[in-house]
């Protein structure tokens, strides 16, 4: 195995967890969404940290999936 297909091994393998991951943060914040009381600070805030989290592991999986864009130098 090539250095390079260790790399691209390396980057499949992160965006299975980053996604695996990405799938908790959605249910979890799904379960916020339905526990606290609309309106509520603390709900606001843990809601707001957890849609974050779920959408930089999108990113991240999405950047993990495509190593060959041009962004890795």
């Known amino acids: 195995m090539t250095e390079v297909e260790l790399v691209a091994d390396l980057f499949r393998q992160m965006a299975f ?3 695996i991951l990405g799938g908790f943060a959605m249910t979890f914040l799904s ?3 339905s526990a ?3 309106g509520h600070p603390l709900a ?3 809601i707001g940290a957890k849609a974050l989290a779920a959408v930089l592991l999108i990113v991240a999986t999405l950047g993990a999936k495509h190593p060959a864009n041009g962004l890795i130098v």
């Open 44 to 46: 606001l805030w843990c």
């Open 17 to 19: 967890s980053a996604a």
């Open 31 to 33: 379960v916020l969404l």
């Open 36 to 38: 606290f009381p609309k």
